[in-house]
T-cell receptor, first 114, second 111 residues
Framework: DTAVSQTPKYLVTQMGNDKSIKCEQN?????MYWYKQDSKKFLKIMFS???????INETVPNRFSPKSPDKAHLNLHINSLELGDSAVYFC?????????????FGPGTRLTVT | QKEVEQDPGPLSVPEGAIVSLNCTYS??????FMWYRQYSRKGPELLMY????GNKEDGRFTAQVDKSSKYISLFIRDSQPSDSATYLC???????????FGKGTLLTVNP
């Protein structure tokens, strides 16, 4: 029974396209996150939602738009994809925004932009 | 100077060795310190976290935090081939809602 799941696992697309990645957690957590891990394995926070409210919005291009329809789901939509967007995107969740030290990560979505 | 520095390795040890993984940091406001393990093509998995200075032990793993030196360590005793992974340190100030990660150390334990 997967705690944090992401779809799709792999995404190959061309420059200029628009794509979405979906994340779901069944842990009953209030807070969810999107991270980007580049080719050098550096993991950086992009967004965080707590009970559907945006609480972290790092310096990410406007082409990236998160959406949280309910507290169990956090989706990431990317417009006009660029080569530099190629990376692994991880979703994570924690019990609440105060329990940031105990995050559970999904398996990742490997995005390749050609 | 980066907020969190971590030697990327790679680090290769024989099975049964004691492994020491380290991170240094510059932000004295960090209060929570975490270690994650990431197997190839998988998501990071939380190993343990500590608050402020001190030691914490969980089985073969021991985390140490020295806030005066801005230095944290993860020790793995009796290392196993299944410990082969990238180990990421992460830190949080406690007053905001984001983690700052090190770049990870790639560890290989040879049978």
């Amino acid at each position: 029974d997967t705690a944090v799941s992401q779809t799709p696992k792999y995404l190959v697309t061309q420059m200029g396209n628009d794509k979405s990645i979906k994340c779901e957690q069944n842990l009953g957590h209030d807070t969810m996150y999107w991270y980007k891990q580049d080719s050098k394995k550096f993991l950086k926070i992009m967004f965080s939602y707590n009970n559907k409210e945006l609480i972290i919005n790092e310096t990410v291009p406007n082409r990236f738009s998160p959406k949280s329809p309910d507290k169990a789901h956090l989706n990431l939509h990317i417009n006009s994809l660029e080569l530099g967007d190629s990376a692994v995107y991880f979703c994570a969740s924690s019990q609440d925004k105060g329990a940031i030290y105990e995050q559970y990560f999904g398996p990742g979505t490997r995005l390749t932009v050609t | 100077q980066k907020e969190v520095e971590q030697d990327p390795g790679p680090l290769s040890v024989p099975e049964g060795a004691i492994v020491s993984l380290n991170c240094t940091y510059s932000n004295s406001a960090f209060q929570y310190f975490m270690w994650y393990r990431q197997y190839s093509r998988k998501g990071p998995e939380l190993l343990m976290y500590t608050y402020s200075s001190g030691n914490k032990e969980d089985g073969r793993f021991t985390a140490q935090v020295d806030k005066s030196s801005k230095y944290i360590s993860l020790f793995i005793r009796d290392s196993q081939p299944s410990d082969s992974a990238t180990y990421l340190c992460a830190m949080n100030q406690g007053s905001n809602y984001k983690l700052t990660f090190g770049k990870g150390t790639l560890l290989t334990v040879n049978p």
